[in-house]
């Protein structure tokens, strides 16, 4: 059932790709033939039946790569490409800004292998929280450690995630944290609104949803999404 809330997904790609190591934007790699790891982030939010609308940020200078990535792939959603930030932060600021919508779905655009079932509970679960991410549990044991490489506490695994995207937030609720802790370095948004001390729903994923970090993920994406029907 359609929510009765506008929603806009926000589509990030403006980052450097440092730690991807090939001195291009990792969005526009090929996956698939003619499909770039954008083009999947940018068909699945299109065909969810709770988006109305789609932002895209990216740098000023590769307006016109995503622009022609959306007329190949010819959504049914209106897409609108904004100038991106210098940080994530800022991105994510910019389209906030431009969008009246009542939700606001952020998401990696270099997560090219989220499901719809996630988008879909992120959504929902709005109803009852203003901030909802995805994450998985951590595998591993997870220690903090100091400046000095030097342990300091270990996490009870069991209550530990990895956090990931989708992540979904009532858009004013969004907009007062960015506007009131814009000097704050955050490398997610449910941060700020933990600064707040609202409580943020976390749903449970799949591994499968990774971010595209270094250039050896990229194999492993083109694994998923070519030998694996997307739900």
């Not at 100038?83 to 779905?105: A, F, M, P």
């Not at 591993?140 to 956090?163: F, G, H, L, P």
């Not at 969004?174 to 704050?184: A, F």
């Amino acid at each position: 059932m359609k929510n009765e809330k506008k929603v806009t997904a926000i589509i990030l790609a403006a980052g450097n790709s440092v730690r991807y190591g090939q001195n291009r934007n990792k969005n526009f790699e090929e996956v698939s033939k003619e499909k770039t790891v954008l083009s999947y982030s940018l068909n699945i939010f299109d065909k969810n039946n709770y988006i109305d609308d789609i932002i895209i940020a990216t740098k000023k200078e590769e307006i016109e790569n995503v622009k022609a990535i959306i007329k190949n792939e010819k959504p049914t959603k209106k897409v609108e490409v904004i100038q991106g930030g210098k940080e994530r932060s800022d991105s994510v600021y910019n389209c906030i800004k431009v969008t009246d919508s009542d939700i606001v779905i952020i998401h990696d655009g270099a997560r090219p292998a989220v499901r719809q079932e996630y988008i879909n509970k992120c959504i929902e679960s709005m109803n009852e929280f203003k901030g909802v991410t995805i994450g998985v549990k951590a595998k591993d044991t997870i220690k903090i450690a100091n400046d000095n490489n030097v342990v300091e506490s270990t996490t009870n695994r069991a209550n530990t995630w990895v956090i990931q995207t989708p992540q979904c937030f009532d858009r004013n609720v969004l907009l007062q944290m960015h506007e009131k802790y814009r000097d704050n370095e955050v490398t997610d948004d449910c941060m700020l609104l933990e600064k707040d001390n609202y409580k943020i729903k976390i749903i449970e994923g799949d591994y499968s949803n990774i971010k595209i970090t270094t250039y050896g993920d990229l194999g492993i994406i083109k694994s998923i999404i070519n030998n694996e029907k997307r739900k």
